[in-house]
């Protein structure tokens, strides 16, 4: 039988890929995959419960509203939604973009948005209109994983912020950006994920807010705002965006669908000041001309419906319980010597463990207890968070997670208990053999703010 | 010819069997092969039965397909198989077994010794610990004893080091051993049969040998084949690995990692089922020595089906 002509030619062998090794870009030197790469590859077999992803729940998006809306878009917009739209994306889904933040208190000009192929699109765009090889990066310690590959590729110079339990420490950001100074240098943007932080669940102080909104605008320098979970707040005071305190100047805002709807749909956004829009615009031309113009439809035929607001509440709900089996979980099944943090929303639990326990390690001896996280070294670019780990808890139900931390503590209490034996020091007792109530000690997140840390 | 390709499997390397096990199927589909692939899973052992393959292409690493488990099911069910046999599965996948029968054999391997947790837990091992400087000398290397790739091997610069990197080590086995460091050329020579493929050199890019990572990512480590040794180094480097292949007896084909020292060559371990990917080494000497990937293939299932292993 001759050979279909697509399939990529057997031929292609090991001096092959030395040869197309010879036309990379630069850029692929820092474009990093490792080990721990082949243990997220386990992690996706179907007995593991994976406290690992970042999965929103859809399982309770009502169907028959996705088949009502799909089938409408069928039958009254078959050919539009069937054909490309503008690079900035329809004025319709713009105009449900800005009540979704119209629900935060913001008041974007619709003219400041475009539609982006979901949030990470936005956080690609912006770097590619911002940043150039070697220009500084500054960004929250630990950040958002998914951030990282992109500063990485645009060949950024990345400087971590550390994190404590009031969101990213300013004081900190200030010293930074006065040894920048020092070298003749600014930092071509500051991203930061304020609210129910990914991966550290902690939300920025309002008082931070504040100061990193001034310290923007004083120094002219450009806050990216990533905010896929505000809307998921489930106990606390909302705080107010870093765009609403700034009013859109200085701050660069990256909204998603992603969370309050589906992740599915591709659907993002950006708000950003006009100069900087403009490049933004041009470059979303050359990545892929517009976002798709069906599952705009579809947002548009949603919001039409009204409800939105009632379906975040849902999962709202949903994620509370989920937190809170969580929480409760880590009490009772961690070593004394594990803390974490309490978000008040968004899908995210920080712990960081003895640092003698390497958590990409750690992961495959959960592996083989059936049972998955994030080892925290996937939110760093130096190596840093070694003995940290994110547990994701939006996509399982509050027994799998139970069970999932209780095997992760199994795994972690033996580690204490082993690393105990070897230096000769006490032996941890296990958490649940104290009978801890589920207020206490461990839930200090980092350092809790402290003097001059504000 | 029915040929099975078995792949997957719940080993911590199943990404990189799957991408051995998608090639293979690819080169033998092009030879004219009906191939049957499989999925290592609970309904192995049915399939296998049921649908009675000539022979079993076995493309997968690490605990349960290059440790002897597959080769046995295979052998029970009177499959023939590619690689080596049961039992020298079992001593590859072992770094201490294998080394104590590199040993016997008078092969070198760097000095080391191994620990389960047993002896730390139960028999109060840390305190043997404090012989290893002079045994051993630093930095030394954890490495678990049973395990593939980079996953679990760390450095010990000094004393310090050594609880975390056996902590993390026992992560994977609960054997681990602790091996002297040999600073060296990084080579691997692959055999196929009994023939030595020419000798691959693995250089890493920032000439950063810690670095266990790196080996393992295209652009960040170069690989030269063959290798640039006079003549001498080739023999003995050659001799060595034949040896090992021997000592521990491989058969079909097998992939053997060394250090060549100033001293000279050095075995670290045998792979008993070396990866099959577009970047992993047993392609790239095949190739070197003027094999396409597809004459790999067929030569490996020619010395599965040869009489001798029958």
Not at chain 2, 91 to 115: Q, Y
């Amino acid at each position: 039988m001759p050979d279909p002509p697509h399939r990529r030619s057997a031929h292609a062998s090991s001096s092959d890929l030395q040869r197309y090794a010879g036309l990379f870009a630069e850029r692929t030197q820092v474009m990093r995959s490792s080990a721990m790469r082949d243990l997220m590859a386990v992690t996706a077999r179907p007995d593991v419960i994976s406290l690992a992803g970042g999965l929103p729940d859809t399982s309770t998006f009502p169907a028959q509203t996705f088949a009502a809306q799909m089938t409408r878009i069928a039958q009254e917009s078959a050919a539009e939604a069937l054909q490309y739209g503008p690079t900035e994306g329809f004025r319709e889904t713009v105009d449900c973009i800005v009540e979704v933040m119209g629900a935060e208190g913001m008041l974007p000009d619709p003219e400041d948005v475009i539609v982006t192929t979901g949030g990470q699109q936005a956080i690609d765009l912006l770097c590619k209109t911002l940043v150039d090889p070697g220009d500084a990066v500054i960004c929250e310690a630990p950040t958002y994983p998914g951030a990282i590959p992109v500063f990485c590729s645009y060949q950024a110079d990345t400087i971590q912020i550390e994190c404590d339990g009031d969101g990213m420490r300013i004081d900190e950001l200030e010293a930074t950006l006065e040894r920048l100074d020092g070298e003749g240098r600014r930092p071509k943007l500051i991203y930061s994920v304020p609210s129910f932080q990914n991966p550290a669940g902690v939300t920025m102080s309002l008082e931070r807010r504040r100061r990193l909104v001034e310290l923007a605008r004083s120094r002219e320098l450009l806050v990216v705002e990533d905010n896929p979970y505000g809307l998921l707040r489930f106990s606390g005071d909302p705080l107010p965006p870093l765009y609403q305190l700034d009013g859109g100047d200085f701050v660069i805002y990256i909204g998603t669908f992603s969370k309050i709807l589906s992740p599915g749909i591709r659907l993002g956004w950006a708000v950003a000041p006009p100069p900087v829009m403009e490049k933004v615009v041009l470059g979303k031309q050359a990545s892929d001309l517009c976002t798709s113009t069906l599952t705009q439809y579809f947002v548009r035929e949603y919001f039409a419906e009204g409800r939105w607001r009632e379906y975040i509440e849902s999962l709202v709900g949903i994620y509370r319980e989920r937190r809170d089996a969580m929480l409760d979980a880590l009490q009772r099944h961690f070593p004394p010597q594990a803390t974490w943090t309490e978000p008040e929303g968004g899908l995210f639990v920080w712990a960081t463990l003895p640092p003698f326990i390497d958590t990409s390690d750690l992961l495959a001896k959960a592996l083989r207890e059936n049972v998955a996280f994030v080892p925290g070294q996937a939110a760093y670019v130096d190596g840093r968070g070694r003995n940290s780990m994110r547990l994701n808890f939006s996509a399982g139900s509050a027994d799998e997670i139970r069970e999932g931390i209780r095997r992760i503590g199994k795994v972690i209490g033996e580690q204490v208990e082993l690393y105990g034996a070897l230096t000769g020091e006490q032996p941890a007792v296990p958490a649940v053999a104290k009978q801890k109530s589920v207020e206490t000690e461990n839930v200090v997140p980092f350092r809790k703010a402290g003097e001059g840390s504000a | 010819m029915r040929v099975a390709v078995l792949k997957g499997g719940r080993s911590l390397e199943r990404g990189v069997s799957l991408r051995s096990g998608a090639r293979v199927e690819d080169a033998l589909e092009r030879l004219g092969h009906d191939v049957l692939p499989l999925e290592a899973d609970g309904n192995l052992v049915k399939q296998l039965a049921s649908e009675r393959p000539d022979v079993a292409f076995v493309a997968m690493h690490g605990p349960g397909g290059e440790d002897g488990t597959t080769q046995e099911l295979l052998e029970i069910l009177g499959i023939p198989f590619t690689g080596p046999s049961v039992a020298a599965c079992a001593r590859c996948i072992d770094k201490v077994l294998a080394k104590h029968e590199l040993r016997s054999a008078g092969i070198p391997t760097p000095d080391w010794f191994a620990f389960n947790e047993t002896a730390f837990r139960e028999l109060g091992a840390a305190d043997a610990l404090s012989g290893l400087e002079e045994r051993l000398g630093f930095p030394l290397v954890v490495k678990p004893s049973r395990g593939g790739s980079a996953l679990g091997v760390k450095f010990a610069e000094n004393w310090f080091d050594v609880p975390e990197a056996l902590v993390s080590a026992f992560s994977y086995d609960d054997r681990v051993l602790l091996e002297r460091f040999v600073d060296g050329r990084e080579l691997a020579v692959s055999v196929l049969g009994s023939e030595p493929l020419p000798i691959v050199e693995a250089i890493p890019e920032g000439g950063d040998s810690y670095d266990f990572e790196a080996r393992y990512e295209i652009g960040r480590t170069s690989f030269v084949c063959p290798a640039g040794l006079g003549e001498a180094e080739t023999a003995a480097v050659t001799e060595a690995a034949l040896g090992a292949y021997e000592a521990l007896g491989c058969s079909g084909f097998s992939r053997v990692d060394l250090i060549l020292a100033a001293d000279g060559p050095q075995v670290l371990e045998v792979n008993a089922i070396p990866g099959l990917t577009d970047t992993s080494l047993l392609p790239q000497a095949a190739e070197a020595a003027g094999m396409s990937f597809e004459q790999l293939v067929e030569r490996i299932l020619e010395l599965a089906l040869a009489p001798a292993n029958a």
